[in-house]
């Protein structure tokens, strides 16, 4: 990373130098940096399909962090990742993700919503599964196996916040 950071500090535009690094960081858990480096990238004019490629990567390494943490907070923070992602060249990669873990987030709300009976929450969790039954479509051609798998369960989750918020928003 240093060799790279001299080569920037000569001329902080040398093409794709701002990837490497954000590949290098993202490898050794440096989130933050990558994604500074992601945004110098960005910043430089670097190739957009790598750019957000590589935030995409760095989303996607949050995601299964999520997964294995349920925190809510690190499975916003992928979003929020992704979501600028798209900002930077749109894909079928970025949308599935989001939409994947809208659905993830959207169920994990759901159930939390149910024990207290929770009218907050469950309008919280039918937001992230609409949006979740926008954006996995747009990434149908790529996944199509996945999207296969997931909407079908994502139609049945998606009938109970509706009741929830019929039921507990009086």
């Known amino acids: 990373v240093k060799q790279y950071q001299k080569l920037l500090a000569i001329n902080p535009k040398t093409p794709a130098i701002n990837l490497q690094i954000a590949r290098i960081l993202n490898e050794q858990g440096e989130t933050d940096k990558a994604l500074e480096a992601v945004k110098a990238a960005q910043a430089?004019?670097?190739d957009k399909t790598a750019t957000a490629g590589i935030a995409t990567s760095i989303a996607d390494k949050i995601r299964k962090q999520y997964e294995a943490d349920k925190n809510k907070e690190t499975g916003l923070r992928a979003i929020e990742i992704l979501k600028m992602a798209?900002?930077?060249q749109p894909s079928e990669a970025i949308y599935f993700l989001t939409g994947f873990l809208q659905?993830?987030?959207?169920s994990a709300v759901l159930q939390e919503a149910n024990k207290p009976k929770n009218c907050d929450g469950s309008k919280e969790a039918k937001n992230y599964l609409v949006d979740a039954e926008i954006n996995l479509p747009k990434g149908g051609r790529q996944f199509a196996q996945q999207l296969a798998q997931i909407l079908p369960a994502l139609q049945q989750v998606s009938a109970y916040p509706d009741q929830m918020i019929k039921a507990y928003c009086k």
Do not use: F, K, R
């Not at 659905?103 to 959207?106: D, E």
């Open 44 to 46: 430089a004019g670097d």
């Open 86 to 88: 798209e900002s930077i």
């Open 103 to 106: 659905y993830q987030i959207g």
